[in-house]
Each structure stands twice: as C-alpha cells, then as structure tokens.
C-alpha cells in the first residue's frame, strides 16, 4: 500500500511537472499595477530625461533619474539579503559622433545582476530604457515625460526585480535601465561590449520599449494584443552560413527567434488571455531599439511592445494641435497593460532562469531516409531530466509537435521525412522548465 501510494505520488508529481507550476502564477499575481503607476509617474516627473540633459539636480533631468533607479535596485537588494550586484555601466559618447550628440556625454546604464546557483555566468536580460526625447532629438531641456517611451519599460524592468528576487535561480538574471536609446543606441552598444569584455554568456535580452498604450493611432483599443519583434537570423552569422541555408532551411529560425517562440509558448501556456503577436522583424519597419545592439554582438534578443502604437504620444513636444493633445504624458498610460507584459516578462525570465543549459553541438541527418537522425552533446547537470524533440510544419510559426526522449545524445525519430518539418532540441530540467530550442547548425 505504501509502495503504491509514493508510486502514485511520484506519478503525480511527474505529471504535475509535465503540466503548469503554481510559482508562477504567484509571479503573475504578485507583479502589482499600483508600483508600476508609482515608478512610471516618479520618472516621469523628472521633467526629462534625455540624455544629454542635466545629471546635477536630484528632481530633473536624466542624473536624477539614473540615481532614483540605483536606488530602487538597491532597496530591492536590501530585502533579499543583498541578491542584487547594482552598479553603474558607462561610456563616454564624444561629440559628434552622431548629430544627436551635441556635446560630449557619458551614456549610463543602470545594471542589477541577480546571480544564479548554478550558473552565474549564465544570463537572462530583461530592459527598459531610462532616456525619453521630445520632437527635435537634440532638445534636452524641453519636458519630455517619456512617460509610455520609456518609463513603462524601466518601471517593468525595476518590479521583475522586486518579485524575481523572492526566488532562487540556477541562472543569473539581469534587469537593466538603459540610456541613449534615443541618441543612437548607445546604451544597448556599451552594455553588449562590456558582456563581450567579461565574457558573459547571455541566453538571450528581453528588450521592453512601450509596454503600456492600448489606443492606437489606427483606432484600435487592445489591452490583450502585444509584439514580439524578432531578427530573422544573425547579422554575425558567416557567409558559409548564410549559402548553407538555401540546402538546409534555417531562414526564419535564428537564436532570437527561437527566444521569440519560447515567449510565445510560456504566455500561451500561463496568461491564455492574452494575445504574442509574433512579428517577424527586427522592428518596426526601418525604426529601432535597444535589442538590436544585442543582435549585432551576436546574442539572442527580442523586443516586446504594445500592438498598438500612438504616434501623437511618441517623440512630440507637449502641446495641443488642431484638437489633438500631443505628447508622451502619463495620462495615456494604461498601467495595467504595462503590468500584463511586465508579468509576460516576469515569468519569461523565471522559466529560463530556472531551466538547465540548452543541448549544443546539434546536428541532423536523413537525407533520402525515411526517419530524420538527431546527435547533440549532452549536459553534464544532474538536474537533466533529458532532451526535448520539436518539429514543425515548415510553414507554421510555432514548435507545433514535441517528443521526449530521454536524457540521451542521439536518436531516430522513425516515420518522420526530413524534407517535410524543421527540427530542433530541448533540454529539459527536472523541475519541468526547458531551455529554448536549438536549431540544428550541422549535417551528418
Ligand atoms: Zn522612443
């Protein structure tokens, strides 16, 4: 009887683990609407916070912006028994280097680095920005709220942390303010260098930039809807690369895209309310953000926003036209919205903070056979439940069909033609989160 009743316990923790974790809906439920409106009206009361502007006073301009941010990560710090590495990243930008830099200035990011048990060189980034602009990018006086672009971003940045450090993860996870998005990406350039410089191993950058409309411009209001921008495939990749994909597909299954699905599969499985919209774009149409930096070094990153964009609300002086009320202000700010993609986010960083290291080395083979043949190289980590096989329709946007096949480093998935699906590998931990998937990057 006894014997019987652990079997049916570990049965059940077994399908427990293959099905939801209650930790997080407690992240869902604990990221808290009223300090994002708190956080996001607090920075927009600097008045600006435009890169170039003042960094004297404590009440306005991008200095005192920056420190109330350190502050809020140190306090978060504070209450978890110092969890949190805060500090200050930054680079000296010289004049001219664009037309936006008008005078030589120091673009500061502010970093909280929340260290991994298990990994702590291993990092899960999420950003918000800490600079706004009005209309003409070198005006760094006028008020410039930013309230929407960016304090939405930074406010979701600063309250991941507040409830993120409440846990414990195998992986680090970095919640970052951002400066000189709007200068050029300056902020996302001296940040991806330094992780080069230190050797950082980043699994991937959720970039947040507006999180928080849900009128738009178009007329639609939608507070289900939200983007997942995703760059197709590397910028780094080498032009072997690049001709093997013409033989070996792989156009739209790039490392950040990869991230993108994973976002998509985590909210479709915990917030089924909601609407990814994955978009398969670096960004918006010839426009820019603080991931791309991240890209161009070579790493996983994507941008999460708004579905819905109000350009009356973005890059505008605050002044009143024809009727129309221009301006990024807080009162166009839908805080629970902002609280929805921060809890998208949230839960994003946990799942990948919380899962082992995903297979390398990955290969495939089956050309002219009638079952496709996978090898990878397996993970020395006890806590490897094993590895996850996913294929798709080569014309769906999502990993439609899975297999698990053990904690083993190869295997034959019988029946299966090659030349009908992609396919990609999983590792899998014991306490049921994965890792994102890896397409495979050789032949055999
Ligand atoms: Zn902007």
């Known amino acids: 009887m006894k014997t019987f009743l652990t079997a049916t316990l570990i049965l059940l923790s077994i399908i427990l683990t293959a099905q939801t974790d209650q930790k997080m809906y407690d992240i869902i439920n604990d990221i808290s609407s009223k300090r994002i409106e708190k956080d996001i009206k607090t920075l927009a009361g600097f008045g600006t916070r435009h890169t170039l502007s003042d960094t004297v006073s404590n009440t306005r301009g991008i200095g005192a912006a920056r420190r109330w941010i350190k502050s809020e990560f140190d306090k978060i710090s504070n209450q978890c028994n110092n969890c949190l590495d805060v500090f200050y990243q930054k680079d000296l930008v010289k004049q001219g280097t664009n037309q936006r830099i008008t005078k030589d200035v120091w673009v500061v990011n502010v970093v909280a680095i929340q260290r991994g048990t298990k990994y702590p060189n ?3 980034m999420m950003s918000g920005d800490i600079d706004s602009r009005v209309t003409d990018p070198t005006d760094y006086t006028s ?13 979701g940045a600063i309250e ?38 230190k050797d950082w191993n980043i699994i991937g950058i959720m970039n947040n930039d507006m999180i928080g409309n849900i009128k738009g411009v178009d007329g639609v209001i939608d507070n289900r809807t939200f983007r997942i921008f995703s760059e197709p495939v590397p910028p780094s990749e080498t032009e072997k690369q ?35 919209m994955m978009v398969y774009r670096l960004d918006r149409f010839g426009r820019g953000g603080h991931h791309r930096p991240f890209n161009d070094a070579g790493y ?23 009727g129309i009320q221009y301006g990024d202000v807080v ?81 034959i998935l019988d029946n299966i033609v090659i030349d009908n699906f992609f396919f990609g590998i999983a590792t899998v931990g014991k306490n049921g989160y994965e890792s994102p998937v890896v397409f495979p990057s050789e032949i055999f």
């Open 242 to 276: 690049r001709k093997s994909r013409r033989f070996y597909g792989g156009e739209v299954d790039g490392v950040s895209r990869q991230l993108a699905r994973y976002i998509h599969k985590t909210v479709k499985t915990y917030m089924p309310e909601m609407n990814p």
């Open 122 to 124: 291993r990092f899960i």
């Open 160 to 197: 991941a942390a507040r409830v993120l450090t409440k846990y414990k993860f195998e992986n680090s996870i970095i919640y970052v303010g951002l400066s000189g998005e709007e200068q050029g990406l300056f902020g996302g350039q001296g940040l991806a260098k330094y992780a080069k410089q």
């Open 300 to 322: 996983a990153g994507i941008r999460i926003m708004e579905a819905h964009e109000n350009y009356t609300q973005q890059h505008q002086n605050i002044r009143e036209e024809d």
């Open 331 to 411: 009162e166009h700010v839908n805080f629970d919205y902002a609280t929805k993609l921060t809890s998208v986010n949230a839960i994003n960083l946990a799942s990948i903070a919380w899962a082992p290291p995903a297979p390398t080395e990955v290969k495939i083979g089956g050309i002219v056979e009638p079952s496709v043949k996978f090898k990878w190289k397996k993970i020395n980590d006890p806590n490897i439940l094993g590895y996850k096989i996913y294929w798709r329709d080569t014309t769906s946007p999502t990993w439609d069909h899975s297999r698990f096949v053990g904690n083993i480093d190869n295997f």
């Open 143 to 155: 008020d410039s709220p930013g309230a929407n672009d960016n304090a939405t971003g930074m406010a």
